[in-house]
């Protein structure tokens, strides 16, 4: 089992920035893509911002230009810088991490416990 621990969420006027970490620990072998998704109040969880071992990264056309996601595999830890924030930002934001499984033969998606993030206007 891997465990998955978001920080850095609040409260930021529009316009602000906000970071949020993602540290991984548990039993780790090798931990692949990472990433992170938000889910605003009554609507579905959409991925935001995805980081391979290696470094590419890919982001929702909302966020391109705003949000920055980084990784430190030696930490086994995500990040994701979010400048110009928007009120649309709000949401609960939750980390997501791949590692592959022997027990299921195929890599296994584990989630944080998610960290709210408000924008106010």
């Known amino acids: 089992q891997v465990q998955l621990v978001e920080s850095g969420g609040g409260l930021v006027q529009a316009g602000g920035s906000l970071r949020l970490s993602c540290a991984a620990s548990?039993?780790?072998?090798?931990?692949?893509?990472m990433g992170w998704f938000r889910q605003p109040p009554g609507k579905q969880r959409d991925l935001v911002a995805a980081?391979?071992?290696?470094?590419?990264?890919s982001y929702a056309d909302s966020v391109k230009g705003r949000f920055t996601i980084s990784r430190d595999n030696t930490k086994n830890t995500v990040y994701l810088q979010m400048n110009s924030l928007k009120p649309e930002d709000t949401a609960v934001y939750y980390c997501?991490?791949?590692?592959?499984?022997?027990?299921?033969?195929?890599?296994?998606?584990?989630w944080g416990q998610g960290t709210q993030v408000t924008v106010s206007s």
């Open positions: 548990g039993r780790i072998f090798r931990i692949n893509s």
């Open positions: 980081i391979t071992r290696a470094g590419a990264t």
């Open positions: 997501n991490a791949h590692q592959y499984e022997p027990m299921y033969g195929r890599e296994y998606p584990y």
